[in-house]
T-cell receptor, first 115, second 112 residues
Framework: DADVTQTPRNRITKTGKRIMLECSQTKGHDRMYWYRQDPGLGLRLIYYSFDVKDINKGEISDGYSVSRQAQAKFSLSLESAIPNQTALYFC??????????????FGPGTRLTVL | EDKVVQSPLSLVVHEGDTVTLNCSYEVTNFRSLLWYKQEKKAPTFLFMLTSSGIEKKSGRLSSILDKKELFSILNITATQTGDSAIYLCSTAGGTSYGKLTFGQGTILTVHP
């Protein structure tokens, strides 16, 4: 079984709809992240959480919200989807390890299309 | 604002060629540089570099960091079609531990 899972894997929705993307992990990591990927722009951080009570905005949080329901679960919501939120969304996890030095492990991604 | 720039943005080679991918960065309180390979979907971790001049190697892939000139290179020797992917460079730094800043990625295509 995959360590980081995302549901759904693909989603097509209409402008104005509320959408939730879910992420679960079995790695036991405290830290979880949501990114979006657009062609030519690499990965951009939307929100991140270092533990259940800690939620932080990333560089492109406008139009998104998150919920950390448990150590293993981190969901991303689009309150009112718009077409420029069409992208590939990744969840990632990490473990502190050496202070400040840590690799992130990514889920398989969710391809979201907003019409 | 932290910045990571990769070059070239895309590269097409033939099997057996050697390629060098570049990553330059401007990061406050730099701690590490990480390379990822993305095939079809999820990025997978390749290397983490924290010290200058020490080469990390895994099979045909190797990488080195220059903290004075603020760049890293990823070399792939004797390329194979399975090396075709997007290669992402990222850095960890700043005051918030755990956050990574990613470059745009280099799209590598290896033809038979």
């Amino acid at each position: 079984d995959a360590d980081v899972t995302q549901t759904p894997r693909n989603r097509i929705t209409k402008t104005g709809k509320r959408i939730m993307l879910e992420c679960s992990q079995t790695k036991g990591h405290d830290r979880m992240y949501w990114y979006r990927q657009d062609p030519g722009l690499g990965l951009r951080l939307i929100y991140y959480s270092f533990d259940v009570k800690d939620i932080n905005k990333g560089e492109i949080s406008d139009g998104y919200s998150v919920s950390r329901q448990a150590q293993a679960k981190f969901s991303l919501s689009l309150e009112s989807a718009i077409p420029n939120q069409t992208a590939l969304y990744f969840c990632a996890t990490s473990d502190p390890g050496l202070a400040g030095v840590e690799a992130q492990y990514f889920g398989p991604g969710t391809r979201l299309t907003v019409l | 604002e932290d910045k990571v720039v990769q070059s070239p943005l895309s590269l097409v080679v033939h099997e057996g060629d050697t390629v060098t991918l570049n990553c330059s960065y401007e990061v406050t309180n730099f701690r590490s540089l990480l390379w990822y390979k993305q095939e079809k979907k999820a990025p997978t971790f390749l290397f983490m570099l924290t010290s200058s001049g020490i080469e990390k190697k895994s099979g045909r892939l190797s990488s080195i960091l220059d903290k004075k000139e603020l760049f890293s290179i990823l070399n792939i020797t004797a390329t194979q079609t399975g090396d075709s992917a997007i290669y992402l460079c990222s850095t960890a730094g700043g005051t918030s531990y755990g956050k990574l800043t990613f470059g745009q990625g280099t799209i590598l295509t290896v033809h038979p």
